[in-house]
């Protein structure tokens, strides 16, 4: 085993990797927007079931006031109508490079619709299929001054002597926004209220391709279950029904470096639902009814996060909401990685140089396998004519061949698989750095230097790949190899060029560290292969004195 098929194997298993990602996405694709409702889910059942829940033909009929409301890091726009956030921009986040707007992430046009509605159900609930309440509010436009750390936006609505209030509470540098429905009970009798809060997106396709195998649609956590995915497809196929004993969970639409979750907060037995009507799709929680005696006042609560992928922001917020953070099987190695790199680039102030640095890092701590792994190849080497001479001798017989080659290892304290047993070590580890840099938000739209702008984005001229694929030349052209088939020769002539083709579509964070990690190869070689010849020319005027 030489280092040119060791190079081979690391790039047959990286584009298989790859590649099983792309089948994975394939494999259950977000659908594209369907015209036939299941009339099963849209039509009213009863009273303490989210079969109420407003239907999107009478959201579009009903047309009410949109409340602005700014914060340092969102801006938001309800609607008085159901008290609905209908849209909502991240200020701190552009919608492409270097646009000076901000991202939007909920939005409710004829193209698309993503919004997060909420609201009242049961028998003196507020939110039904055939009409939804129109809050009263004191003003159109709220903003979170400076110096102001909590702002209160109220809505209130009166019924048959029940007082509902609907109060979104934001708070500074936060993208966890605080639901209280309280529900004061003065009608002369009893009260049965329950709340839900669901997210509603149309059933779009994703965008996913080879170089970036992202997802696009639901998720959700339980007590039981941590985090799974809940395709637009799943959707499509069956409605969700979980149940929170604890009351401790959550529902999101989730999509590449943003998502949007509920939470309930301490309701026991709360249902996690879901449901498709006409080309969208619901998801979300439903919270038992409560029973107000006249006279009394209940409280329900919940949060909405809507924002980047901050994971220790979400991990604040709910457990497991960092989750939708997907680093795949190898979490548990790419999740320290991502915790090393933001750890690093707090001191270095550049993402593109904390990059660098971890590759240093991590090359660093693999050397003693780098090391072995050299060593063994050179043994190897070193072996090949005693090897080609007993094919000389023995011929055809491969039962004897294979004797006697498993014989001259052990006299010779060689292991034929030491150099690939470190390869297959360091997978896990490229892997996992695949994700980590894959799925962090803070690399979008973070320049390096010069003209790479976007560590997210490919590289605009193509310099880094071709880079890289000159660095994996030269790797090859320094190690020695005891190939001779010309099949096998021109294979590895040609594994630098196409990788260099197919990193064209990486981001160039990902490619900045394939690049350096060749570099740092580079050197590690050089000093391997020169302090193995000094022994090997040590040992040879050892021999002969």
């Excluded at 701190?92 to 270097?98: E, G, I, P, S």
């Excluded at 936006?153 to 309280?182: E, H, M």
């Excluded at 809060?197 to 391709?209: F, I």
């Excluded at 080609?388 to 052990?410: F, H, P, T, V, W």
């Amino acid at each position: 085993m030489d280092s040119q098929r060791n190079i081979l194997l690391i790039a047959l298993a990286l584009v298989s990797f790859l590649l099983f990602q792309k089948w994975q996405v394939a494999k259950n694709p977000a659908p594209e927007a369907v015209e036939q409702a299941q009339t099963s889910n849209s039509a009213p059942a009863s009273t303490n079931s989210v079969q109420e829940l407003a239907s999107p033909v009478v959201a579009q009929q009903e047309a009410g006031k949109l409340i602005t409301v700014k914060t340092d890091v969102l801006t938001l726009k309800i609607n008085t109508v159901g008290g609905d956030v209908v849209s909502a921009n991240l200020n701190k986040y552009d919608a492409t490079l270097n646009s000076h707007s901000p991202f939007t992430l909920l939005t409710d046009t004829s193209d698309h619709q993503f919004i997060a509605q909420s609201g009242l159900i049961g028998p003196q609930g507020i939110d039904r299929s055939n009409g939804r309440p129109t809050y009263s509010v004191t003003k159109s436009e709220f903003d979170l001054a400076n110096g102001q750390n909590e702002l209160k936006v109220p809505l209130t609505y009166q019924k048959d002597g029940i007082t509902y209030t609907k109060t979104f509470i934001f708070k500074r540098s936060s993208y966890a926004v605080n639901l209280d429905y309280t529900v004061d009970n003065k009608s002369g009798q009893n009260a049965q209220v329950g709340m839900y809060a669901h997210l509603r997106q149309s059933l779009v396709e994703s965008k996913s391709h080879l170089a970036m195998p992202t997802y696009h649609g639901g998720a959700y956590s339980t007590e039981d279950t941590r985090y799974k995915k809940f395709s637009f497809s799943d959707m499509q196929e069956h409605n969700l029904h979980k149940t929170l004993a604890n009351g401790q969970g959550w529902a999101a639409m989730i999509q590449h470096y943003f998502a949007v979750a509920w939470i309930p907060r301490s309701a026991p037995d709360t249902k996690l639902f879901s449901r498709v009507i006409g080309n969208v799709g619901d998801i979300g929680i439903q919270e038992p009814n409560k029973t107000i005696a006249n006279g009394q006042t209940a409280k329900f609560n919940a949060t909405l996060w809507v924002g980047p992928k901050l994971q220790s922001q979400m991990a604040a917020t709910a457990p497991n909401l960092d989750l939708v953070v997907d680093y795949g099987w190898l979490w548990f190695i790419a999740k320290p990685l991502h915790m090393l790199l933001s750890f690093i680039q707090t001191f270095v102030g550049n993402w593109g140089v904390a990059i660098i640095c971890l590759t240093f890092l991590v090359r660093g701590a693999m050397y003693p396998l780098t090391k072995a792994q050299y060593t063994s190849m050179a043994k190897m080497r070193m072996l090949q004519p005693k090897i080609q001479a007993m094919k000389e001798r023995i011929g055809d017989d491969r039962q004897r061949m294979s004797q006697e080659m498993m014989a001259l290892y052990k006299e010779e304290k060689v292991n034929p698989l030491g150099g690939c047993f470190p390869i297959v070590l360091q997978m896990p580890i490229f892997i996992s750095l695949y994700w980590a840099l894959m799925e962090s938000v803070e690399l979008r739209h973070s320049p390096f230097f010069g003209w790479i702008h976007d560590l997210s984005a490919q590289d605009p001229y193509y310099i880094l790949p071709i880079c890289m694929g000159i660095s994996m030349f030269m790797i090859q052209k320094m190690s020695p190899t005891t190939v001779t088939d010309p099949m096998q020769q021109k294979i590895m002539m040609f594994m630098p060029l196409a990788f260099s083709v197919f990193f064209l579509f990486f981001p160039s964070g990902l490619v900045l560290y394939y690049f350096v990690s060749n570099i740092v190869t580079l050197v590690q070689q050089t000093l391997i292969y020169k302090s193995l010849e000094k022994k090997g020319l040590h040992s040879s005027k050892k021999s002969k004195s």
